[in-house]
């Protein structure tokens, strides 16, 4: 590999910053070190935070190779383990044999053991935390735990961090667990804790600010090329069920007085809302929905406007209901509907005067009686209504 002069200069402090690297004693401190190193790439990138770690560790290798000091082995070794795949096969194959640490055949053999997730009763944050051993202790390292909470309700990863006290991390869940009725614990496959955590940490990666968590950018290399080794969730066969179907054959979908075909026109905005799980509905939840969702990206007429506080009552009660959810949870979410009426009139009004959404249009024309299905009719509505 062909290293230019800059990326020599560099790299030059790092690399005396990562002198220390050198004398580590198993590969998964190696591993915490680099996944660290490379959390620093990570954390500085403004946007394409994932590429740029790519760069980075793809530049750290080419400087390395060659190299037949102890501190080019250990790095070598240990971006083989948490670089990004491509990466990570390109420094395996500059690794030289001469330089290659004792413990290097550990890395990336750690296996998962244990997989549990503790969750609040509406499942709006998730605490995952996965336990991952090494055959050989002495080189590989001790048992260690990854922990990673998410966000359903933001879609995100708000924090991760590795401990080497997994015991102490799984009793303290316990005794939360058990002092706490609104949390969860239970153990989980790993595959589920896999195909719940990574498409969050790949939308992670694109919010304009990281989480405010030091350890995170340190962690993430090494969280993901952990998950990678757990195996995938099958694919789940499409039961065919319409939640909307189930919501309007239940007793909660009879409204009093409520026009012709706005129920489901409502409930079909809600679950399109909640597509990823058309049941889960809280206090945030609720909020988020009302307050900021439907007023920039729902498209609905007036009518609809007007009745979705109601139906949306009627939705999370029988979800919550369908859930099994304790009856107070169910009822906090109807309260947080209620509190929010003000706000969701506000936030509906404030879109009608701000910059014209794609939303605002459709909602305007259905409003004059155009159907968004008449290409002839939208064209003609367009050309008389909206600014040239």
Known sequence: MSVSGKQQEFFAPILAACAPIAAVDTALDAEFAVSALLGGAYAAADEERAAAVARFAEDLVSVLDGRDDALAGALLAGLSGVAPAAVAGHARAALDAGTRPVWAAEIGTARCTDAWAMSDVYGDQTEFVLVFEFADRDRGGAPHACCVLTDANLGVVKDCWTSTEPERVLADCRRSAASNDDLRLAEVAPSTARAAVEPLLARTDELPELPDSTEFAEDRALLLARLATL???????????????????????????APDGVVEACARLIAEYAAADPYRWSPTAAEQFLVDWVPTSAVLDAECVDWLPTVLLAFVTYAGHRRGLPEDAVMDTQDAIREHLDDFAAAMADAAGNAVTAAQVARAMLADGVDPTDQDAVRTWLASNLPR
């Open 231 to 257: 195996p995938t969730a099958p694919a789940e066969a499409a039961d065919g069920a319409d939640p909307v179907a189930e919501f309007l054959a239940a007793s909660e979908a009879e409204i009093d007085d």
